[in-house]
């Protein structure tokens, strides 16, 4: 399966929200990291934690992907995800906001499945659109 095929699947199964689809992207010596919130998945258990993690905070979640590249076994990807915050985002209640913002990714497979993730996405941007931090200032550069 090529790269491109590979994210326009997971991008499938994220916008359809069918964790078993996702669940079954991911391989069984999984190691996650996500830099953005300092949280860490090992395994298909805590890859299944964090598919529910994000599926309860955005249940109408939309994956856009931005950019791709592949290099052997690694894919990297630029993505936006949009959606209302009806559950937990960092300890955050639910605030029934529209969020959307940008992330990136880097998955390294094994036999067709993510064995390694690495994500980071735009979390200022999404505590702004949530009401938790001011708009930033407007600085021109010389």
Known sequence: MSAQ???NDL????????KQRL???YHPDFDGEDLSEGKRADGLRDAGRMIDYILTAFPDLEMTLLEWG?????VFCFWT??????????????TGKLVSFTGSSVLTLKDG???RSRRIWDVATALRQIGLLPEPTTIEYQ
């Open 81 to 94: 995800a949009t959606g209302h915050q009806r559950g937990r985002l960092m300890n955050i209640p639910p």
């Open 11 to 18: 991008m499938a199964a994220w916008n359809t929200r069918d």
């Open 70 to 74: 592949a290099d052997g076994d690694k």
């Open 113 to 115: 499945k993510i064995i």
């Open 23 to 25: 669940m079954d992207m």
């Open 5 to 7: 095929v590979f994210l």
